[in-house]
């Protein structure tokens, strides 16, 4: 039984093995490929460089909303200009960037000293540059969209014809079903195994399989078992079991249409 974690961030602080240990027991686990997600410049310029050091990581590039605080991007035009610039270098010098994200909105604690209208419609505008930078390069996109669907689905209506999913999904399921309408995908971590979410489990539930897609975004969301503890890779076969558990289907059955779900998806 062979998985792929299409969401995860082994650049980022925190883990406490290395990157071969990590693979290690991703392999052990069944896990042969790793979609190493970019959501700053630096963050895309790391993915790069793992996609190129270890054979199963692919690596993608993107510019996550929060940059626009955290990075100090926000009024800076000319900065955005040459970040993505530098991505779209990126994706033309490597075949093993397969995507563009995690990009999209996230409203969730705007912060309390910027106009929350100013920084909406700055993350709209960083979003919709991407999108246009993703159908430039042909590649999919990975949606991260938080406390903003209606905009994101308002900004998604004018880009139809393109591969998209929406990570971590954290909508209910009328939303859920306006998006696989449109062709797009959904993808899930192992935050569907906490007690409480009733939502995903419901979505899941009432979709199809052939429109799901399964991730860990490690180092974050551990299973509820590891619950508090750093993710990672191999735990992605805690949410197939999870998704197998819910639809009432066997995890062969989970394991086989999320992995051509992500091989269709990502083009490898």
Known sequence: MLLIDTHAHLNFPGFKSSVNEILKRAEEAGVTRIINVGSSLEGSLASDKLSKKYENIYATIGLHPHVLIEDNLFEEEKEIDVQLEKLEELALENNKIVAVGEIGLDYFRMPENYSAKDLKNAQRDLFIRQLELAYKLGLP????????????????????????????????????????????????????????????????KNLPLEQLMIETDAPFLAPQEKRGQINEPANVIEVAKKIAEIKNISLEDVACETMKNARDFFGF
């Open 141 to 204: 996109i990975i949606i991260h969209s938080r406390d903003a669907v209606e905009d994101t689905l308002e900004i998604m209506n004018e880009f139809k014809d393109m591969k998209a999913v929406f990570h971590c999904f954290s909508y209910d399921l009328s939303v859920a079903k306006r998006i696989v309408d449109n062709g797009w995908l959904i993808s899930f971590t192992a935050n569907i195994t906490y007690p409480k979410n009733f939502s995903a489990k419901e979505v899941i």
